[in-house]
T-cell receptor, first 120, second 115 residues
């Protein structure tokens, strides 16, 4: 069964501190992994996308890592700001499946997210 | 360049009623996916539309149906509403029928409350 699990479920840190969010997945076949940031009441916004061959990718203060062997990814946030308070969702794309319709055959598996609270 | 737009932003219905949610994809995108997100949970995939056809479907009952129009916009219809249907409904657009390399662009969502 394709699954994406995130930890911790929630996290509280002080402004200026660093933190790391974890994502473990069991999917097959793996296509790519993405981290999204979702502010309360808004839609998710993409932070990074990583394919099988990529180990690390940065986007400003966000750095994502991927270990395809252990099927783990992490999102590291440095020098946190109050505006970083949000849910961070790990999303794994599974596929393609043989014989799938053209352009299809991919499934998107969402983790439940980690709720980050940054306090002043 | 407009992103994904959804309407309405909020709505309240009672059990048994029907609801229609609307989505306009990002300019240049031709694929629309719908997700249901309960409070404190990750989005759950409902279905995906490409070339005006339902291409993939998640584990949702037939009460959930959809449509895609020639201009790529889409509707999500939910019949016989249940209390458990209360959630944020997200629309995401992409290009090429859900090719794995494409990033999903999400709308702000439609918050449905069923009383």
């Amino acid at each position: 069964k394709n699954q994406v699990e995130q930890s911790p479920q929630s996290l509280i840190i002080l402004e200026g501190k660093n933190c790391t969010l974890q994502c473990n997945y069991t999917v097959s076949p793996f296509s790519n992994l993405r981290w999204y940031k979702q502010d309360t009441g808004r839609g998710p916004v993409s932070l990074t996308i990583m394919t099988f061959s990529e180990n690390t990718k940065s986007n400003g203060r966000y750095t994502a890592t991927l270990d395809a062997d252990t099927k783990q990814s992490s999102l590291h946030i440095t020098a946190s700001q109050l505006s970083d308070s949000a849910s961070y969702i790990c999303v794994v794309m599974v596929g393609p499946n043989n014989g799938a319709k053209e352009g299809g055959g991919f499934k998107t598996i969402f983790g439940a997210g980690t709720r980050l609270f940054v306090k002043a | 360049d407009a992103g994904v737009t959804q309407s309405p932003t909020h709505l309240i219905k009672t059990r048994g009623q029907q609801v229609t949610l609307r989505c306009s994809p990002k300019s240049g995108h031709d694929t629309v996916s719908w997700y249901q997100q309960a409070l404190g949970q990750g989005p759950q995939f409902i279905f995906q539309y490409y070339e005006e056809e339902e291409r993939q479907r998640g584990n949702f009952p037939d009460r959930f149906s959809g449509h895609q129009f020639p201009n790529y916009s889409s509707e999500l219809n939910v019949n016989a509403l249940l209390l458990g249907d209360s959630a944020l409904y997200l629309c995401a657009s992409s290009l090429g029928g859900g090719s794995g390399a494409n990033v999903l662009t999400f709308g702000a969502g439609s918050r449905l409350t069923v009383l």
